[in-house]
């Protein structure tokens, strides 16, 4: 599964580069978007809520993870208007980081509006990962294929662009198994992510980056 997706060719994308890129792709008559997350360290500067997150105010992080909930319910409308599926599997590490504690209360909003959200526990496709996780991808039908670059401070800085269709159907292959896999968004959150206590200051031996 993925096998080809390491030695596939890419065009590599600054990210104001990238979000033009991915705009004209999504409205020329794709029928579907994948997102496979992967990572477990991310920084969303500008977030209001991640913004107080990052500085040890869960109460408020909390109170504003809904704060782009009208961007989500217009991205979602337009979605269906062009007659696009929304897919995303989240992978998630554990013991879970203090970032994707953070984001699935965000994430919570995106499903509570009709994005189509699953889980997958890392651990169960451990026999797939020995050499190299599984890609970090936005598919957009079988017209582009978009690995989100991140710098070493774990923002993003653009994405590797493939157009090669039989590595986008191939990648799509692997997505779709992995997708059956997964769990219920709202039964995980319930199970593994409400639960939690509030995460420790980042800088803490959390896991978090500094």
Known sequence: MFDSFPSGVSERMDRPTYHADFGRVYNSGIGFLNKLERGQHFKERGFASWEAFAAGDWTRALSLADERHDDYARELQKAAQLGIRHRRLRV??????????WEFFVLRVRVELGDDITVL????????EKERPVPEVVILGDAAMYEVVYDDDGNAAGANCFTERSLIRETSLGFDTLYELGEGFHAFFDREIAPLAPPQRPGAQTGFPG
């Open 121 to 128: 526990d890392a651990r169960e496709i451990s026999d797939i």
């Open 92 to 101: 998630v590490e554990f013991p879970i980081t203090p970032y994707v504690q």
